[in-house]
């Protein structure tokens, strides 16, 4: 499927993750899961068999060189280094007009760098699917069949399948965060599906989007796209780079192209997560506990542990605290009456908090400022 090309945005501190993940280590450089690779080495590896070598990164200038070894790309070809987070839109944007400048109107799809995806066949089958409506003109989402109702994830409205193709369902909106009622309704409706933020379109339908809605974003970005490749690239990214405006792409064109009937979404259940904090990474991590593979006395109440970022897996003592995650560095950790614990020990750092403060811990980082921690982010 050479015409199709993958865009992975790669930016972001992943906070609520500290101290695993900081703003000069993100997560998606990290292995996580000890599985051998970080989540951007799978995510590229899970695209691969789609795109072959089309696939583009997008990071920042922090990050660059990190990207490039890891993955063995060329920088200023596979990899578009920002200057400095302009959000989503920009990063993907930009990416769809390079390619569009490179190879004409091909069909681009993108997909976050940090994420884990368990039944990847099921993944790529939604891929081409969405590939399909995205050739019938649709900018295309691919949305989270939800076994629970989360709170922490936006909503997609999906209503009837789109004529000519076999999944993929019309949007009529795109839902902010619920409350815990509102999520329950959502799933109880069997019509709402979670959005992952993956997006696939032909790159004249994306570009054609972004200027309806945002045409001076877009007048900034095709002026990139079209020194890109060119010796003017440094002077004009100084000059435009700047002046670019700060939004996600689901509110610059994924909504309002919804509301005009441009948007379809393919429904999938392919063992998605965000990793988006300790809680979801505890999940994550108890399913691979519960693989034939591992033995454990009992993988639904026994702390899950993992080894932090340059340590060992150290012994990890656990009573009466069922339901915990332990990252261990150079230290044995014990446990003692604490449920959901979650304790990661790193060189530098150690967080002791629960589960159900997992969406906080982005908070502690904050404090840091003025405690002369900073180096800690």
């Known amino acids: 499927m050479t015409d199709f090309h993958a865009i992975i945005p790669a930016g972001g501190a992943g906070t609520r993750l500290w101290p695993l993940s900081r703003s000069n280590a993100p997560k998606f450089l990290a292995d996580l ?50 200057p400095s987070p302009r959000d989503s839109m920009a990063a993907i944007g930009l990416a769809t007009a390079v390619i569009a400048q490179r190879y004409g109107d091909v069909v681009v799809g993108s997909f976050a760098a940090d994420h884990l995806i368990a039944d990847e066949e099921a993944f790529h089958d939604a891929v081409r699917e969405a590939i399909a409506a995205a050739k019938a003109g649709y900018v295309v989402t691919i949305g989270i069949t939800p076994d629970h109702a989360a709170t922490g994830f936006g909503y997609i409205h999906a209503t009837e399948v789109v004529d000519g193709l076999t999944r993929a369902r019309a949007v009529s909106e795109f839902l902010e965060k619920p409350d815990a009622h509102t999520a329950q309704e959502y799933v109880a409706s069997g019509k709402y599906l979670w959005n992952a933020g993956m997006f696939v ?31 003017a690239r440094d002077e004009v990214l100084a000059e435009e780079w700047p002046k670019l405006k700060k939004i996600a792409i689901d509110h610059a064109i994924a909504e309002p192209l919804a509301a005009a009937g441009g948007v379809a979404v393919v429904p999938v259940e392919m063992g998605w997560s965000d990793v988006g904090d300790y809680a979801s990474l505890r999940d994550v991590q108890r399913k691979d506990a519960q693989s034939p593979d591992v033995q454990t006395p009992d993988a639904q109440t026994e702390p899950v542990s993992g080894v932090a970022p340059g340590g060992s897996l150290q012994p990890v003592i656990s009573r009466e605290s069922p339901g915990a995650l332990v990252y261990t560095h150079s230290k044995p950790v014990a446990l003692l009456g604490i449920p959901n614990a979650v ?14 403060h997992a969406q906080s811990v982005k908070n502690i980082v904050d404090d840091f400022d003025g405690l002369g921690l900073e180096h800690l982010r």
Do not use: C, Y
């Open 33 to 82: 899961t000890n599985a051998g690779q970080s989540l951007l080495q799978a995510t590229v590896r899970r695209l691969e068999s789609l795109t072959g070598e089309n696939i583009v990164v997008v990071t920042g200038r922090k990050h660059a060189f990190a990207v490039s070894r890891q993955l063995r790309l060329l920088a200023g070809r596979n990899i578009i280094v920002e």
């Open 201 to 231: 379109a032909r790159t004249s339908v994306l570009l054609g989007a972004l200027e309806r809605f945002e045409p001076e974003l877009h007048a900034g970005i095709m002026r990139l796209a079209t020194a890109w490749d060119t010796s």
């Open 343 to 356: 304790v990661v020990e790193t060189a530098d750092a150690i967080l002791v908090t629960t589960r159900d």
